[in-house]
């Protein structure tokens, strides 16, 4: 059974950084692309960033580009994204999801019950 | 970006009828199409991929269609369960943007 399970949520105040983290269990971790969704609080979705298994193709929201890095330990079986700058309008649920085996033109499959992040001082 | 746009934003049907949620995207997008739904609470799960073929478990009631700009998610007969918010999301070009959801209550 797939397992995605987010950590590193929590309150921070506007600028500062933090650092989410997604163990995948239940499936060869390193053959599929990965992503992160975000949830606002009664809000719809919003795709935040998506990795390659091989780390070639990144891509990003333009609303987190240049300030959000995801990144991904396949040893580890592990999806990071750092967050820095933060801003109010970053508070939401964060999932991390299992993609296809390919990220161009791919699709989510699996999701993990998501980490809240709070932006507030 | 390419912008996904579902209608209605929200409905509300009876237990067995037929339901019809459509998505538009701002460009052509082939057949690179998810439909998602979410139940208050919990995470998303995926329907159907590739605009029509649908996810492994999923009940034979949900069917997808469409290509280019214009697609739509079809509940044949509609079940209690099925009571929830559904999500489009194109994956032709990031960033993958999903459409903005249509809340399905049952009456």
């Known amino acids: 059974e797939v397992q995605l399970v987010e950590s590193g949520g929590g309150l921070v105040q506007p600028g500062r950084s933090l650092r989410l983290s997604c163990a995948g269990s239940g499936f060869t971790f390193d053959d599929f692309a990965m992503h992160w969704v975000r949830q606002a609080p009664g809000q719809g979705l919003e795709w935040v960033s998506g990795i390659s298994w091989n780390r070639v193709f990144i891509g990003y929201a333009d609303s987190v580009k240049g300030r959000f890095t995801i990144s991904r330990d396949n040893a580890k079986n592990s999806l990071y994204l750092q967050m820095n700058s933060l801003r109010a309008e970053d508070t939401a649920f964060y999932y991390c999801?299992?993609?296809?085996?390919?990220?161009?033109?791919?699709?989510?499959?699996?999701w993990g019950q998501g980490t809240l992040v709070t932006v507030s001082s | 970006d390419i912008q996904m746009t579902q209608s209605p934003s929200s409905l509300s049907a009876y237990v067995g009828d037929r339901v019809t949620i459509t998505c538009r995207a701002s460009q052509s997008i082939g057949t690179y199409l998810t439909w998602f739904h979410q139940k208050p609470g919990k995470a998303p799960q995926l329907l159907i991929y590739a605009a029509s073929t649908l996810q492994s478990g999923v009940p034979s009631r949900f069917s997808g269609s469409g290509s280019g700009t214009d697609f739509t998610l079809t509940i044949s007969s509609l079940q209690p369960e099925d009571s929830a918010t559904y999500y489009c999301q194109q994956s032709d070009s990031t960033p993958y943007t999903f459409g903005q959801g249509t809340k399905l209550e049952i009456k």
């Open positions: 999801a299992k993609g296809s085996t390919t990220i161009r033109r791919g699709f989510i499959v699996n």
